[in-house]
């Protein structure tokens, strides 16, 4: 009687722990939050007009626009130079039906400038609206609320042209 559980055991063992790996096999959605903070920079102010957050969650050859989700965005117009020193804030969230991201876009609005010795100038920012600031990686994401932090660099992003222009390069990390 006993030969005979032993390979009901087994059996018992073995889809038990297939079942369990089955069971996080990476497609599963995932709660995404995007948040914006920045490193301090000699201007006064660095204000971008975020209008939209799109997050790419699988790559493909034709950039489908299938593989995108329009987060839900809190709009506005960010002085990055008060998010220094740990602070942060919230751009947008959404869920991903599956949970690995592959790129973040801001798009960007009209409304963007820059202070500098108690002068507000516009800040132009090439394609920014069209296609977004772009920020290509690859994440895998948790079941549960996963965290993105964009670190916009105001110092190394903006430049002052030889016109007495301001335009922004964006140089963006993720943490």
Request: net charge positive.
């Amino acid at each position: 009687m006993k030969k005979s559980l032993i390979p009901l055991i087994i059996l018992a063992v073995s889809v038990a722990g297939f079942e369990s790996c089955k069971k996080d096999n990476g497609n599963e959605s995932a709660q995404v939050q995007i948040r914006l903070t920045d490193a301090p920079a000699a201007f006064q102010e660095v204000n971008v007009d975020i209008q939209s957050v799109r997050v790419k969650f699988r790559n493909d050859d034709n950039d489908s626009t299938k593989n995108w989700v329009d987060f839900t965005t809190r709009a506005g117009v960010y002085n990055l130079l008060a998010l220094q020193n740990g602070v942060d804030t919230l751009l947008g969230t959404g869920t991903l039906p599956e949970r690995q991201v592959k790129e973040i876009r801001l798009i960007l609005g009209p409304n963007n400038s820059i202070k500098d010795n108690g002068v507000t100038y516009p800040l132009i920012i090439p394609s920014g609206a069209e296609s977004g600031l772009k920020i290509k990686f690859n994440k895998s994401l948790n079941a549960d609320l996963n965290t993105i932090i964009v670190d916009f660099d105001a110092a190394l992003s903006v430049r002052q042209t030889s016109s007495g222009e301001y335009r922004l390069h964006p140089v963006l990390k993720i943490k």
